[in-house]
C-alpha cells in the first residue's frame, strides 16, 4: 500500500512539474482576440446567435451521423458469423441493410446528397 501511494506522489509531482514547464515555455498570446475565442462550425461567438443556418450544411450532418452508427452497428455483427447459425444472421443482416439501402435511396430522390442544391 506504501508502494502505491509513494508511485502515485511520484506520478503527480512529475505531472505538475510537466504542465508548470508547458505554461513556462508556451508561446500563447493571451492579447490576440481570435485566438483566445471559441471557435465552433465557423460562426463568430461574439455575433449574434440567430444567424440564419444552411439546412442542406445540417442534411449532410445528419446523413453523415446515421451512416456513421450503421457502421458501428454493422462490426459487431461480423463477430457473431462464428458464434451464432449463419442462416439467421444473413436475414438480419439483409434486413439491417435493405433498410438503410431504402434510406439512402429516400436521400437521393431527395436531392439531399446533391451539394449544389
Known sequence: MNLMMLISTIILIISNIMMFISIILSKKSFMDREKCSPFECGFDPKSSPRMPFSLHFFLITMIFLIFDVEIALIFPI???FNLVN???LMKISFFFILI???????EWNQNMLNWTN
Do not use: P
Open 78 to 80: 461480423i463477430k457473431l
Open 86 to 88: 449463419f442462416f439467421i
Open 100 to 106: 438503410l439501402l431504402i434510406g439512402l435511396y429516400h
